[in-house]
T-cell receptor, first 116, second 117 residues
Framework: AQSVAQPEDQVNVAEGNPLTVKCTYS??????LFWYVQYPNRGLQFLLKYITGDNLVKGSYGFEAEFNKSQTSFHLKKPSALVSDSALYFC??????????????FGQGTTLQVKP | GAVVSQHPSWVICKSGTSVKIECRSL??????MFWYRQFPKQSLMLMAT?????????EQGVEKDKFLINHASLTLSTLTVTSAHPEDSSFYIC?????????????FGNGTRLTVT
């Protein structure tokens, strides 16, 4: 079964510092990985995805993620955090394959708190 | 970009009544829509998957008679919470897939906050 794990419930960083939000995955076959952000009482906004190609993926709002096959990780990163980046972040894997619906399977979520 | 509109954004209803939530894809055709439920500070739990013109597929443990899903057109899916009870209070989010390709991200509505009193 496909799954993703986000080992940290919360990440705290100071504004201007780099940030990393961790994600590890477990899939059979090639992973289709996504990062989403959720602001309070809102739906999810797509940040970036990895399907194939370069291991470093660039996305919206200055975020990027590094796919590491040997470590089965897909950590979200940003060189310089903003207070407005404070939100709930979800890593997800697409459930693919014959008979599967293509649903997204989400990690537990990580709250990012950026302090001024 | 692809836009998914969800309505209402919040609703308060009395115990025993039914509530309908709409999910519309505004600028693309959604062959598949997913309905999720989210408790405070928790992850999203998939409730069901609906394909246009066919019956929804419910996840294990989700009561199909309580959470009625209809996907009558390529741009509209509805979730009806029937005979709502306080334990049904939650944040419900829909998402839509516009292409038959797993490369494409799913697009999400802004969610509906349901409070049952």
């Amino acid at each position: 079964a496909q799954s993703v794990a986000q080992p940290e419930d919360q990440v705290n960083v100071a504004e201007g510092n780099p940030l990393t939000v961790k994600c590890t995955y477990s899939v059979s076959g090639n992973p289709y990985l996504f990062w989403y952000v959720q602001y309070p009482n809102r739906g999810l906004q797509f940040l970036l995805k990895y399907i194939t190609g370069d291991n470093l993926v660039k996305g919206s709002y200055g975020f990027e993620a590094e796919f590491n096959k040997s470590q089965t990780s897909f950590h979200l990163k940003k060189p310089s955090a903003l207070v407005s980046d404070s939100a709930l972040y979800f890593c997800a894997v697409r459930d693919i394959g014959s008979g599967n619906t293509g649903k997204l399977i989400f990690g537990q979520g990580t709250t990012l708190q950026v302090k001024p | 970009g692809a836009v998914v509109s969800q309505h209402p954004s919040w609703v308060i209803c009395k115990s025993g009544t039914s509530v309908k939530i709409e999910c519309r894809s505004l600028d693309f055709q959604a062959t598949t829509m997913f309905w999720y439920r989210q408790f405070p500070k928790q992850s999203l739990m998939l409730m069901a998957t609906s394909n246009e013109g066919s019956k929804a597929t419910y996840e294990q443990g989700v009561e199909k008679d309580k959470f009625l899903i209809n996907h009558a057109s390529l741009t509209l899916s509805t979730l009806t919470v029937t005979s709502a009870h306080p334990e049904d209070s939650s944040f419900y989010i829909c998402s839509a897939a516009g292409q038959a390709s797993y490369n494409s991200p799913l697009h999400f509505g802004n969610g509906t906050r349901l409070t049952v009193t």
